[in-house]
């Protein structure tokens, strides 16, 4: 019910935007929508043991503007708690969103393995290359690619409501 009334939120912003600022509303609509994700994320991922929801995010992505607004909402009776800066392993993330490919270390992928943490980007070849879950623009359509390799690794699993919206690979 909650990402219901985000997105439709989402939904009733986006649709307030002028024609003047479709370029700019075409990418908050972009921005708004991953930040859903991420909450959607959060629902639809079973992690090994329970512990409250903290989204966290590495590097300079437009995400830093939205992310905010999901801190407090809850998921499965846990409230969700923002980081938005340098990722330290005390932060204590579910999900870690890294803003560019070249944070992908080998250190954060088995921080992950470690802590059981979900990786998420936008970067290209982000799956291929270890991640998780990739966001990719296709024909102006938001699309997502899960590395189920690499999310067993980490003793996650994803809701298979989640893995029939993505491309996969094992």
Not at 31 to 50: D, G, I, N, V
Not at 83 to 92: A, C, H, S
Not at 132 to 150: G, P
């Amino acid at each position: 019910m909650l990402l219901t009334w985000l997105l439709l939120s989402i939904g009733v912003c986006l649709y307030s935007n002028s024609q003047a600022n479709e370029d700019i509303s075409v990418n908050n609509r972009e921005y708004q929508l991953k930040t859903a994700y991420l909450l959607h994320f959060a629902e639809l991922t079973e992690w090994p043991e329970l512990k409250p929801v903290t989204i966290c995010l590495e590097g300079s992505s437009a995400l830093r503007t939205y992310l905010p607004i999901l801190e407090g909402m809850k998921v499965n009776n846990n409230a969700v708690h923002v980081i938005v800066g340098e990722y330290r392993p005390n932060n204590d993330c579910r999900i870690l969103f890294l803003s560019e490919l070249t944070a992908l270390t080998k250190p954060i992928r088995e921080q992950a393995k470690i802590r059981h943490i979900l990786l998420v980007s936008d970067a290209e070849n982000f799956a291929v290359n270890g991640g998780m879950i990739q966001f990719s623009l296709r024909d102006n359509k938001l699309k997502l690619v899960v590395n189920l390799s690499s999310v067993k690794d980490a003793g996650l699993k994803l809701s298979s409501k989640l893995l029939r919206m993505a491309e996969i690979l094992e």
